[in-house]
């Protein structure tokens, strides 16, 4: 019989309304899984239940709470088949991506999920994804950090906050779905990802790093003063396929004075389904040859987590930049 570790970190599934509005309540919703009856029926693995503390609204998560839970997951290895995270939705695709590069090669399922309405609401739609995502971590072909959340099984780190209204809220823009549940749970086996043997946790650094997203008329002199060497990496959300307007005379002094300052400086699309290509455009060579590396298909929650990775992991910054470029735990194609 299968054994999943059940851990709760927060959001919405767990929280009942206060005064000042929904907020994490660990005693409410302890009592209400021990409750309940589909959790304890015959076709379910064995569970163990287990709390962070402080439960958090995800929007007030960062690379503690990631260190955090990786840590957990990873002492804990041996003990279980499969973890469910039980998460806050705004920020699951952060923790998600994160958690898929601090435990690479753990090839064990780690299903993040939680809901939009709590579990204590009539309509929460907690319940199926609580259900789901435990039947999904007892499968043990299923070796990658996933997020189930209503109907889909996403890899982790190609997910990305579609909806704050539906009970879809997570979309995987740039790869298929892992599996899907209607009736049956649909696996998309070819998918998934493939064994990787080698296992260490990797906690994350508090490594200062920016998204800088462009949109008409943007100034990058506004920006410059951030480009310090105290910044680390920098993901820019650019338009289509890795395009900046570059007609602005103050752009190329910022981009030399990142590569001076060795500031990593990553390409991303603002279009959800995007490869970054930078040598399409003319508009796009100029960060190519300022030594900016692409973020092809990386979501920007992908880009920003493995940035941390890679500066946790590495010192030697052309390194960095190599493996941005490259596919560690299947986060880009
Ligand atoms: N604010 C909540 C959170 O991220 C939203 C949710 O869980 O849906 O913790």
Not at 68 to 85: L, M, S, T
Not at 265 to 284: F, K
Request: charged share 20%; glycine share 8%; aromatic share 10%.
């Amino acid at each position: 019989m299968k054994k999943i570790l059940i851990l709760h970190t927060g959001g919405t599934i767990g929280m009942t309304l206060s005064k000042d509005g929904y907020k994490p309540d660990g005693k409410y919703f302890k009592q209400a899984i021990y409750h309940m009856d589909s959790l304890k029926a015959h076709n379910m693995p064995k569970w163990d239940y287990m709390e962070t503390k402080p439960l958090l609204d995800s929007s007030k998560m960062s690379v503690k709470e990631w260190n955090c839970i990786g840590r957990i997951i990873a002492d804990n290895k041996n003990k279980y088949d499969g973890f469910v995270i039980l998460h806050g939705t705004d920020t699951m695709s952060y923790s998600a991506s994160a958690l898929s590069f601090m435990l690479k090669g753990l090839n064990k399922p780690v299903i993040l999920t939680g809901s939009q309405i709590p579990l204590c609401e009539t309509r929460s739609d907690g319940r199926d994804n609580l259900i789901t995502s435990m039947l999904i971590a007892a499968n043990s072909n299923i070796k990658e950090v996933c997020i189930y959340f209503g109907g889909l099984l996403i890899r982790g780190n190609r997910s990305t906050k579609y909806s704050a209204d539906h009970m879809q809220a997570f979309a995987s823009p740039n790869y298929p779905f892992l599996a899907t549940a209607g009736i049956s749970i649909q696996y998309n086996e070819k998918a998934f990802l493939k064994n990787n043997n080698s296992f260490k946790f990797q906690e994350f650094k508090e490594v200062p790093i920016g998204i800088i997203s462009v949109f008409p008329g943007f100034k990058f002199e506004l920006f410059e003063s951030i480009i310090t060497e105290k910044l680390k990496g920098i993901v820019i959300e650019t338009f289509g396929s890795g395009n900046i307007p570059n007609e602005e005379k103050e752009l190329l002094p910022i981009l030399k004075k990142a590569k001076e300052n060795n500031v990593v400086i990553v390409v991303c699309s603002q279009c959800p389904q995007a490869t970054v290509d930078m040598s399409v455009y003319e508009t796009g060579q100029t960060l190519k040859k300022a030594g900016a590396v692409s973020g092809k298909d990386l979501t920007t929650e992908a880009a920003v987590t493995k940035l941390y990775y890679l500066f946790s992991k590495y010192t030697d910054i052309n390194k960095i930049k190599q493996y941005m470029e490259k596919n560690i735990c299947g986060e880009l194609t």
